[in-house]
């Protein structure tokens, strides 16, 4: 089974190993043949093996044990990774297409916070843009613990695990996720505050569309 050199080499080594467990019938607990066998059969370095196993470990598909091997892990009570990872190794729209749903379901997310924000969350709001002016090393992680806070503010513990795991994926594919900004977190609170939901959407449908247009 030999690896073609279209696609980046480690996106069809994942292919190809995905393809080894079902000829192998391996299951979940089944430990996975070493990365010396693998890169025999797939015809590939051992360090883009290394890589790609380094990839479904990511993904939460297999586990590394000390001193015993590579081991296929359990699924996962509600399958979102499963469905995720098959979806990422097999689709060369992904990093598209994750992007466009993890903006849809921010999108749902502040629909929902205008409605149901209190004014506790708020105030925790407050504090974090107070931080931000006064902790400039530290902007970045204040800018994603807003965000994190505003979608966790919408009150829908489903919509919110599903940001939490599209902005884990995308973090993992492209290396960093763009978060907001200061100047942004500061006018999405300003609108919070006055719970002006088409605004709030239209400023962050502006945000995605600069993005995208950087892309």
Same mark, same amino acid.
């Given at each position: 089974?030999?690896?073609?050199?279209?696609?980046?080499?480690?996106?069809?080594?994942?292919?190809?190993?995905?393809?080894?467990?079902?000829? !192998?019938?391996?299951?979940? @607990? !089944?430990?996975?043949?070493?990365?010396? /066998?693998?890169?025999?059969?797939?015809?590939?370095?051992?360090?883009?093996?290394?890589?790609? &196993?380094?990839?479904? /470990? &990511?993904?939460?598909?297999?586990?590394?044990?000390?001193?015993?091997?590579?081991?296929?892990?359990?699924?996962?009570?509600?399958?979102?990774?499963?469905?995720?990872?098959?979806?990422?190794?097999? !689709?060369?729209?992904?990093?598209?297409?994750?992007?466009?749903?993890?903006?849809?379901?921010?999108?749902?997310?502040?629909?929902?916070?205008?409605?149901?924000? +209190?004014?506790?969350?708020?105030?925790?709001?407050?504090?974090?843009?107070?931080?931000?002016?006064?902790?400039?090393?530290?902007?970045?992680? &204040? #800018?994603?613990?807003?965000?994190?806070?505003?979608?966790?503010? #919408? @009150?829908?513990?489903?919509?919110?695990?599903?940001?939490?795991?599209? +902005? @884990?994926?995308?973090?993992?594919?492209?290396?960093?996720?763009?978060?907001?900004?200061?100047?942004? #977190?500061?006018?999405?609170?300003?609108?919070?505050? !006055?719970?002006?939901?088409?605004?709030?959407?239209?400023?962050?449908?502006?945000?995605?569309?600069?993005?995208?247009?950087?892309?």
């Amino acid at each position: 089974m030999s690896v073609q050199p279209t696609e980046k080499v480690y996106i069809e080594i994942l292919k190809s190993i995905q393809a080894i467990i079902v000829e !192998d019938r391996l299951q979940a @607990g !089944d430990k996975l043949p070493s990365e010396r /066998e693998l890169s025999d059969r797939l015809n590939a370095g051992r360090s883009s093996v290394r890589e790609a &196993l380094r990839a479904l /470990e &990511l993904l939460g598909l297999i586990e590394t044990r000390r001193g015993e091997g590579t081991f296929i892990r359990e699924a996962t009570g509600h399958r979102l990774v499963e469905v995720l990872a098959s979806f990422i190794l097999n !689709d060369k729209k992904a990093r598209h297409d994750l992007q466009e749903t993890r903006n849809i379901v921010i999108k749902d997310c502040i629909e929902l916070a205008t409605l149901r924000i +209190t004014s506790l969350e708020i105030s925790k709001l407050e504090q974090l843009t107070q931080k931000m002016e006064q902790s400039a090393q530290e902007i970045n992680n &204040l #800018c994603k613990a807003f965000e994190k806070n505003v979608i966790q503010s #919408c @009150g829908n513990h489903l919509l919110y695990r599903l940001y939490v795991e599209l +902005t @884990g994926y995308g973090s993992s594919l492209q290396g960093t996720y763009s978060h907001w900004s200061p100047e942004l #977190c500061k006018e999405v609170l300003s609108l919070l505050t !006055d719970k002006n939901a088409k605004k709030l959407t239209d400023l962050l449908s502006k945000q995605n569309d600069g993005l995208n247009a950087i892309e």
